[in-house]
């Protein structure tokens, strides 16, 4: 199968949503005449004139003008070009975009995606490195996806620029750069927005992750898998709304969870996952629910306590070794 | 030698205490007169003071868990000094918050091997307990080797039960109740299958239930013999257990003076109205229920349901026990309507062919053993009903009639009534005002 990085899946998406919907455009900064900071949106202005637009440097104007599109009849994709900098148009991502369907008793639809480049990213510091997802899985009305390989990169984002309520799409900034199988258009199966996928089948521990934390999972994985310890792995893909079953159904059968992100561990993005099994299936769990991520700090910049700040898979499975 | 901590025993009622707090941490120094935990019964918190010089070694019971008094719940001792028991590694791995694997392993075998205090709380993963409660396995039978401590699934599943005579009696656990329950009835507790981990009062309950259901229809003793129930028996038990249970009663007894009541009987035997005594207690104490509705209601959920109808039961005692059929609109039928019914009830009760609609609805009974000379009793009230009032024998008796002696026919009427609804005074005026309408017939017609 042919082999691309998560950077052109998305762009491949985007180029066939962009063909098949008229009403579909991107909006953002830097992103028509420079491609955007990371290359994903290399060769679409080209492709699409006039449907791929530069934006002053206004969070405020290109989310709010993005509601206003969508309201209007348009499938607007706006880029955040980080996702720290959604804090600038906080009103219209969680009081217009997420809210707008619900006042007016669904005669309005924003079918809108929120493109929001995340994570450490190697020096990018307290300000440019931030997994800010845990903040929107609290606001209803937002859909939050977070895939973790170029195929569900390309799968998701079509689904999410075909979903008529407000998605918001993270998409690791380390991700980009990796490469995947993705298969010809005709192969594709379509992603249902709110589906986990049980990416390995194990007996013995359920690992849960999303994005880039996924890569943790994996390694923890095979790494185990060595010592003959057999780890279910859980891709969340979605995080609101999140897979219940399918993890359920997983602690079910292995007795064990542990969850793993990127995001400050306090109040992140799976602590939802580690309440909801204490409350719904806490009779079938034989050891603690086990927790990674990110200590309680602002990211450093120092390359060495950046290295100090992440998780890595030995950590894993050093907790994992340490419940069996 | 470390000193056990115990759960006092903090008076003559108290079976178990719950620790309320520890206010030394394992390790601390503890001096003697200190307050060393505080203890909560469902009645106080006491606090109990360290009666030696030491080092708090251990906790076996943590802060919140309820024991049986005289439970260990610690040791104070030299420093380093062993504990007894393996309950210290809770308390241990406190401290060590992220033991390796192979130090948690160690630490658990340790605690595999020893038996826990009575009455420790075990700790287990959720899964490990839904598994040892399917299994019926004790929790504090299963050495851990999970992480910690701590009792896992695989502990579970592979426990095999140590032969039962290994231990002899190996210590069953138990609610305190459910000890003494099994102590005052000679039960030994391992014969008891617990529902939940540890045998508790309702365990005992079943097990007795099933040891009589066994023994139905055998008995040790030739001169004994053992009879079913019949259903009006089970019946009667039933009702009159329900209603000792449900109504708090007072008895209270009056002598009547019958004699106008018997003449203004012969008047009416004279004129060929043949009337019991007991019809005649049935219009009367009619009349003086429509003018004390408290004695003519029933209680249901803090509710008190008047009724302004009197259906008036009469007992019928059968060779094999009692019914007691009413007669509906009492207060409204007249004395020979009531006879006849009277009659014909108690016919139909005989040859067991009331109908069932008789039997319900009654608003007050009256019960009558006046033939067997009873002078006086407590009959038990016919529920739903608040009140039930009892008839005994007439009989001549001296009495003292305007400074004279003289002979009258004295009848003792015997009132239960529920004290929910029916106080002293009320009961007492009613019944004065039977007395009133019976020592003066005339009055039926006022």
């Known amino acids: ?324 | 030698m470390a000193t056990e901590l115990l759960m006092p025993k903090l008076g003559l009622t108290m079976t178990e205490g719950t620790i309320d707090e520890w206010k030394k941490k394992v390790g601390e120094p503890v001096a003697k007169g200190e307050i060393i935990y505080s203890v909560a019964t469902d009645k106080l918190t006491n606090d109990v003071e360290a009666d030696v010089d030491g080092i708090l070694l251990a906790i076996a019971v943590p802060e919140g868990e309820t024991v049986p008094c005289k439970t260990v719940v610690g040791w104070v001792g030299a420093a380093g000094e062993a504990v007894p028991s393996a309950a210290a590694a809770p308390a241990e791995t406190k401290a060590a918050t992220e033991s390796s694997p192979a130090a948690a392993v160690q630490t658990d075998a340790a605690a595999g091997k020893t038996a826990r205090p009575v009455g420790q709380y075990v700790p287990a993963t959720p899964y490990a307990k839904k598994l040892a409660r399917e299994k019926g396995i004790d929790l504090a039978a299963i050495p851990a080797t999970g992480y910690r401590g701590v009792v896992v699934s695989r502990d579970v599943e592979g426990f095999v039960p140590a032969a039962a005579t290994a231990a002899g009696a190996a210590a069953v656990k138990a609610s305190p109740l459910a000890e003494k329950v099994a102590a005052d009835l000679g039960i030994d507790l391992a014969d008891v299958k617990a529902a939940h981990g540890r045998v508790l009062a309702e365990d005992l309950l079943r097990y007795i239930a099933a040891t009589r259901e066994k023994a139905d229809g055998e008995t040790a003793d030739a001169r004994e013999e053992v009879k079913a129930m019949s259903g009006m028996r089970k019946a009667i038990a039933k009702n009159m257990q329900n209603s000792h249970m449900t109504s708090p009663t007072v008895t209270f007894n009056l002598g009547i003076d019958m004699t106008e009541m018997k003449h203004y009987r012969e008047q009416l035997k004279a004129k060929e109205i043949k009337v019991s005594y007991t019809d005649l207690l049935v219009k009367f104490v009619a009349k003086a229920l429509t003018e004390f509705p408290l004695l003519n209601c029933s209680v249901q959920n803090n509710k008190i349901i008047y009724k302004h109808y009197v259906n008036m039961g009469v007992a019928v005692a059968l060779d094999n026990g009692l019914v007691v059929p009413n007669i509906v609109d009492a207060d409204k039928k007249s004395l020979t309507e009531i006879s006849a019914e009277v009659k014909e009830m108690a016919r139909l009760a005989r040859e067991g062919k009331l109908p069932p609609e008789k039997l319900s609805g009654g608003t007050f009974t009256i019960t009558n053993l006046g033939m067997y000379g009873i002078e006086s009793f407590s009959p038990i009230i016919n529920q739903p009903e608040v009140a039930i009032l009892g008839v005994n024998t007439m009989e001549d008796k001296v009495v003292v009639r305007n400074g004279e002696i003289c002979i009258r026919p004295i009848m003792n009427l015997s009132l239960t009534a529920d004290h929910r609804v029916v106080d002293g005074s009320v009961a007492a005026q009613f019944l004065q005002r039977v007395k009133s309408l019976m020592e003066n017939p005339a009055l039926i017609l006022a």
């Open chain 1, 1 to 324: 199968m042919r082999k691309i990085t998560f950077s052109e899946a998305t762009r491949e998406a985007m180029a066939e949503e962009m063909e098949k919907y008229p009403e579909v455009f991107v909006m953002g900064e830097d992103i028509a005449r420079q491609g955007g900071i990371f290359g994903q949106f290399k060769g679409l202005p080209a492709e699409f004139p006039g449907r791929v637009i530069d934006t002053p440097i206004s969070e405020t104007f290109i989310v709010g003008g993005g509601v206003g599109a969508a309201l209007g009849g348009a499938r607007p994709v706006v880029d955040m070009h980080f996702a720290d900098f959604i804090g600038v148009c906080m009103d219209e991502v969680f009081n217009q975009m997420a809210k707008a369907r619900y006042m007016f008793g669904g005669q309005a639809k924003i079918p809108l995606v929120l493109r929001a480049p995340d994570g450490l990213a190697g020096g990018g510091a307290a300000q440019h490195s931030q997994s800010v997802e845990s903040w929107f899985i609290h606001i209803p009305g937002i859909k939050v996806v977070a895939p973790s390989n170029p195929y569900d990169a390309k799968m998701v984002l079509k689904a999410a620029i075909e979903c008529d309520d407000p998605v918001l799409y993270f998409e690791n900034k380390v991700l980009y750069k990796e490469t995947g199988e993705v298969p010809e258009k005709e192969d594709e199966v379509p992603y249902v927005i709110g589906k986990a996928r049980v990416e390995r089948e194990g007996k013995d521990v359920t690992i849960v992750s999303y994005s880039i934390g996924m890569k943790n999972a994996r390694a923890a994985a095979d790494e185990l898998a060595k010592d003959g310890i057999s780890a279910e792995v859980v891709d969340l893909i979605t995080l609101s709304p999140w897979d219940k079953e399918t993890v359920i159904n997983s602690v079910k059968k292995t007795h064990r969870l542990c969850l793993v992100s990127e995001c400050v561990k306090q109040g992140g993005a799976l602590a939802e996952v580690a309440a909801t099994v204490a409350e719904e299936a806490l009779e079938y769990l034989d050891a603690p629910i086990l927790r990674y991520g990110a200590p309680f700090t602002p990211i450093p910049f120092a390359p060495t306590l950046e290295k100090l700040y992440r998780v890595y898979p030995e950590d894993l499975v050093k907790g994992i070794k340490g419940v069996l």
